[in-house]
RNA sequence: GGGCUCGUGGCUUAGCCAGGAUAUAGCGCCGGACUUCUAAUCCGGACGUCCCGGGUUCGAAUCCCGGCGAGUCCGCCA
């Protein structure tokens, strides 16, 4: 609804310039705290026109009409701004949507495939709360792909050839592996040791170069030597996403890049086209813009992650619309790098999504080193304290419904927790906030959407129609005003790829709601108002369920 | 050394790309509201050289230049 509001407001906007005579490019149309919509265009007019901008903007606002039944209720001038406010009609139409559309109330016009590919951690270990960022910013912009219309297929690039795993494997056989532990925590035992081990003792080092060309030519024992330490790893990740409600809907193996000979033809056509040429023994494409070539063969004939990496892009360019890549901030320079190759090659290049990193208090995190915090410890102490925090909040209740409550109130306070955050901003991971549910955002939400919950328990049903004219209080329309936004914000987070204004809304639109419900008693309103009371609580609900379920969070009942 | 990112009240943070009206919100601090649909709530208050210095502009947290500080990358690793 706010964005039809925002076109009416664009084509008055428009036909009032037509009639005054006045010219500009853009319409300079923003949210503002002053009104629903405003406009600062007169300023732009003013220095153009060399006239006082004031005089425009009283100009350009007589001279608009605002037809019949619209979505605008009036114009105003303030400062020379072009104010625009809602009308009656937007706040009932809102309500009359969402109550049509339901479940599917904020979609958007998002169109085609698109595929995304997050997380992709090396199986080496578990998933530590720096991967788990990765995992949240992709599996919220999914959710958010998803919901704006995109058919989406979330994929995991998972490295099974790479140095790394040729170091596992090779642990693997000569370290005893904790079958007590989760598979992905006791690979991270033996590859912690086995770096230890390997330190710069050349012949060892020599032992996983040897390794790293078999694999590459396909040995058999090899390759299910690999197979094992990937498997045992990704399975224990598997798990850890799980618990996060994040899904992969593929796992593609770098391995099969190399097999099914796509990265012998991305070589070939590289040194067949003249871009890559051959220094040192190895296979180099010259990257001027870098100041730094690419090596894309070593010298003994072996691919580079980059390599396998190009031929996985080439792959999925074709299969798509919108490809996106969510990346760690250490790989800014190799995925443009990538990008520069497929540029080059005319290959659709991906959106890449950039997180800065989070470190430890004492310095960043090393799998290798054991220097980590891993996911799942983080989540059973967030549960473990979600608990604690039920059982202060709720002592009415038993011990049932503590448990049952405290699983998604405290994987959702992790999800939100990192998903506010701007991507670009890098953080430091600190046991005291994320455990402070004073600070955490997502049981505010979710309380929200429990109160809502709590009162249509107590009703008799929503009714079937309603009269939201009824609804004319500050805070029931500032709570609907809230409510249309949903879309708009979906659409922006969908083409911006930025989660974390869907994570602000989520609390713009919740605090709406208790405003809402502290100042407007629904049960003992009297009848037409509690009706449309009832179907303004049933709204909100309908809307914070959905923002919830797109940033992945679960929505209580009760809480 | 070069590239990229960040720098906003005590702490965390929005806004910056597409410059505009009193700079966003949370935590913490001070004070108020539960005989009323769950107070994980709501209301009020204090707290700011938007890192620094120039420039562009009628107007700069936002754009440009130069510093400073933090992070990160610069492998025939991934």
Redesign the pocket.
Known sequence: MFLKFKHEVKSALKSALDTTGYSID?L?I?E????DL?S?LS??L??KYKQN?MTIAITIADAITIPENSLIDRVEV??A?I?FFVSKKFLNDTIYEIFEKQDSYGAGHGKGKAIIEHTSA?PNGPLHVGHIRNSIIGDTLARILKKVGYDVEVQYYA?DM???IAIVAWALDRFEFDRRKKTDHAIADVYIRANQELGDDPDLSQQIDEM?QKIELGDERMIERFDRATDLAISGITSTLERMNIHHDRFVY?SRFVKDGEVADVLQELEGSGLAET????LTVRMPEF??DL?IR???RTS???TRDLAYHRWKAEQCDRMIDVLG??????SSQLCYVLRVCGIKEPEIVIF??V?LPE??MSTRAGKFIPADDLLDQVEKQ?LV??TK??PDTGEDFRKR??VP?GIGAVRYDIV???P????TFDWESAL????L?A??IQ?SH??A???LR?TSGVPDSIDPSVLTGDAEISLVKQLARFSHVANTAAS?L?P??MA?YA?EL??AF???????????APDNLRDARIGLVECARIVLAGVLDVLGIDA????
């Open positions: 853009d300079y923003e503002s705290a002053h009104s405003a600062s300023f732009r003013a220095s901008p303030a400062g701004y104010n090396n490295n790479g140095r790394q790293m770098e220094i040192d023994g190895a100041d730094k090596v070593r010298s003994n580079l992650y980059v901030a250490d790989h800014k320079l190799i800065e990193f470190s310095g960043s979600a925090e039920v909040r709720r409550v405290s109130v506010k955050i701007s670009e901003k890098a953080t402070d549910f004073d600070k955002g049981p505010f309380y429990a109160r919950r709590s009162i107590k911006d930025k974390h204004i602000i609390r919740a605090e208790n405003q809402f419900y502290r100042l407007s008693p629904v049960l003992s209580p009942e009760s809480m």
